[in-house]
């Protein structure tokens, strides 16, 4: 960073130069996005490297280089500049990773010796302990900092133009609470909704994440990116609503609809998810009723709603008593222990439409005014409680008090990449996927002692 040019004034034309779209590829869908702009070398290779192995020139150099960034000491000239295999090569492999004495093209060595390579081309995310609200630092913020200017560099931010500059404003009022609150001193306009959304059933929300969206916020308003009041959206999501809101939105938008039918099906034929008339989940969601089912032997007629199965049914009681006999197939008799189970698809999709609809009425946070986003489970994949959603549904970070949704449309430009390059200056990330501008996550640069006097200092203000 370059401190001597740091400049204060929201009326400088530093600043000014944020009232316009930046025209920098926009960096908003998540961590893969921001990771990708990382240079981290290459760590793959094309065949094995050890004795009488193939030993390709490039791979052997590659391994060697890879041994000394791991701190393994006197690894050959030999390997290192010209590629050829030499023998004490064979003990450095086995001095960083015992019993080892050649690494092979993927597996666990390959692994082993890529990890610290590829973790420098990574951002860290912060780890939270919800049970004992601690919270644990992934990344020094001199390392950090050269991460956010590889990205920086990658999209074409020249050193010393208008968002550089800016950028570095960010980042000291990001570590500099006295630097900060100058910066910030005419802003009024505050981050709202907090409580409503700091804690549901088991979960609760980050208390640093919501300090780092405070400031954030405060410095985007100072900087004339974004006007008005904040509004948290939702923060913490119990384990349970994140489950209702998966479910409502793969039944709804049929998304990994093969595996939800496969699972209402296995719902279907356990007694356990019974409830009178319906199948309901662990949790007491009713997501069909059991006229959603039928069953059949031979090929799946594939009905897609009750009506249409009755009238086949219909249909085939009519051509029987056409011949005006009754013909029991006797093998059809045989075979009952191979009846198989079917689901009424899209009858069951407009049942939990209305469903969704009647529950919300009761409970406005039951489920989403709109299920056309992705909503992610509250479950993990191994457990029972998941189902109907599909294995293949991540996991929500809302249920480990990571996440925070808050309102966009205060942003000038909600999908500039500038709004993005300062949130990962003061440790946040928009990584709730395509289009979803009001979702953060944090980074995991560190908690600098100034953070921690900043944190006790606001929150003596409460």
């Given amino acids: 960073m370059h401190g001597q040019h740091v400049r204060a004034s929201g009326d ?16 908003y869908i998540g961590r893969k996005t921001v990771n990708a702009k ?25 391994v060697a280089e890879l041994l000394v960034e791991n701190d393994i000491e006197n690894v050959p000239n030999l390997c290192l500049e010209q590629g050829k295999w030499h023998d004490d090569l064979a003990k450095c492999i086995e001095t960083f990773i015992p019993n080892a004495t050649w690494i092979g093209h993927n597996g666990s060595n390959i692994k ?63 570590i500099d609470s006295t630097y900060f609150e100058e910066i910030t001193k005419d802003v009024s306009f505050e981050l709202k909704n907090v409580d409503l959304y700091k804690s549901e059933e088991e979960v609760n929300l980050s208390p640093l994440l919501v300090e ?56 279907f034929n356990d007694e356990t998810y019974h409830e009178g008339d319906f199948i309901k989940d662990i949790d007491g969601n009713l997501w069909a009723k059991k006229e959603h089912f039928y069953t059949y032997t031979g090929k799946n007629p594939a009905y897609k709603t009750k009506t ?8 085939a009681a009519e051509e029987e008593k056409a011949k005006k006999t ?17 689901i009424l698809w899209s009858d069951v999709r407009s049942y939990v439409e209305k469903y969704t609809e ?25 457990s029972n409680k998941r189902l109907p959603s599909s294995k293949y549904v991540s996991t929500s970070n809302h249920i480990g008090g990571d996440a925070i949704d808050i309102s966009s449309g205060g942003f000038l430009f909600k999908t500039d990449a500038i709004n993005d390059l300062i949130a990962l200056r003061f440790g946040l990330i928009r990584d709730g996927g395509s289009g979803e501008g009001w979702h953060f996550e944090m980074t995991g640069v560190e908690v600098t002692k100034e953070n921690e006097k900043y944190l006790k200092k606001t929150e003596s203000k409460k």
């Fill in 112 to 174: 082993k010796l890529t990890k610290k390579r590829k973790s420098g081309g990574t951002l860290k995310q912060m780890e939270y302990d919800m049970s004992t609200q601690k919270h644990t630092s992934s990344e020094s913020r001199s390392v950090y900092n050269a991460k956010l200017d590889k990205i920086q560099k990658e999209m074409g931010i020249e050193e010393n133009s208008d968002y550089d500059i800016v950028l570095e404003i960010a980042n000291k009022s990001a």
């Fill in 212 to 267: 780092r969206i405070k400031k954030y916020h405060k410095f985007i308003v100072a900087t004339g990116l974004y006007t008005g009041d904040m509004k948290v959206q939702d923060g913490a999501r119990s384990s349970k609503r994140a489950h209702r809101w998966s479910v409502e939105y793969q039944i709804e938008q049929n998304k990994y609809s093969k595996d939800v039918k496969n699972n209402l099906i296995k719902m």
């Fill in 12 to 27: 400088s034309p530093t600043f000014k130069a944020l009232f316009r779209n930046s025209g920098l590829e926009p960096i």
């Fill in 308 to 315: 249409e199965y009755e009238a086949a049914i219909k249909k």
């Fill in 38 to 62: 990382i240079e981290i070398g290459k760590t793959k290779i094309d065949g094995s490297v050890g004795k009488d192995k193939t030993n390709n020139e490039e791979d052997v150099k590659l």
């Fill in 358 to 382: 009647t529950e919300k009425a009761k409970n406005y946070r039951a489920f989403r005014n709109s299920s056309t986003k992705y909503a992610s489970e509250g479950y993990s994949s191994n």
């Fill in 326 to 342: 009754l013909v029991i197939d006797k093998k059809e008799e045989e075979k009952k222990e191979d009846l198989k189970t079917e």
